[in-house]
């Protein structure tokens, strides 16, 4: 499974990456903007069924400009499987253009009729002076139907829980049921008579 991660920049998406798939908290080392990095992930299912590996890779792109058109390059959504959209939650400029880049890539996959997940994160919940309310980005995340998760780079638990939902929503999809409740039934048709004999 293909995961592209994106945001603005100073976000955290390099530093979640890094606590995900290295053990490796770098959120008290200096900035360093990333151009493209990739990160892979093995996520050990049942061990009682014999299910083959599953293999995420993550691919950390470089943040988004903090001002004008918000876009991704093309080769990100052919490969995306999911997207997972980074804000801070100290920076509320952050979540408006994790907004835009929402909308950017629902427009792209619009045109093909390809629904692809998305899962949006609050990044940097250990730190003091939050600009992006929980209740307002829960309010968001539900009226615009994506998982939100809050969390922090320092807290490895919680970017488990998140690769863990991606994982099982892509190797593990829910069957829906060919029986519904609000579909009607057509009579059959049918020329046989039903004799009863007494």
């Known amino acids: 499974m293909r995961v592209v991660v994106v945001g ?3 976000v955290g998406k390099t530093a979640i990456l890094q606590q995900l798939s290295c053990y490796k908290d770098i959120t008290n080392q200096a900035y360093q903007p ?3 990095d990739t990160y892979q992930i093995q996520v050990n299912p049942d061990a009682a069924n ?3 590996k599953e293999i995420l890779v993550f691919h950390d792109t470089a943040g988004i400009s903090d001002y004008g058109p918000v ?3 093309r080769p990100y959504i052919q490969v995306a499987d999911a997207f997972i959209l980074v804000y801070s939650v100290v ?3 952050s979540f408006n253009r994790m907004d835009l880049l929402k909308k950017f ?4 996959f619009g045109k093909d009729k390809k629904e692809v997940p998305i899962i949006v994160l609050g990044n940097m919940t250990d730190l003091t002076g939050r600009r992006v309310d929980s209740e307002f980005a829960l309010n968001w995340a539900s009226k615009e139907r994506v998982k939100l998760y809050e969390t922090t780079a320092t807290n490895r638990d919680s970017l488990v829980e998140i690769a863990t ?3 099982s929503r892509y190797f593990h999809p829910t069957k829906e049921s060919k029986f519904s409740l609000t579909k009607k039934l057509k009579p059959e048709k049918s020329n046989t008579q039903i004799v009863m004999d007494f």
Do not use: G, M, S, V
């Open 91 to 93: 920076d509320h400029e």
């Open 8 to 10: 603005a920049k100073k």
């Open 34 to 36: 990333t151009i493209d």
């Open 105 to 108: 890539i629902e427009k792209q």
């Open 50 to 52: 014999d299910r083959p």
């Open 71 to 73: 876009e991704l390059r």
């Open 165 to 167: 939902f991606l994982a």
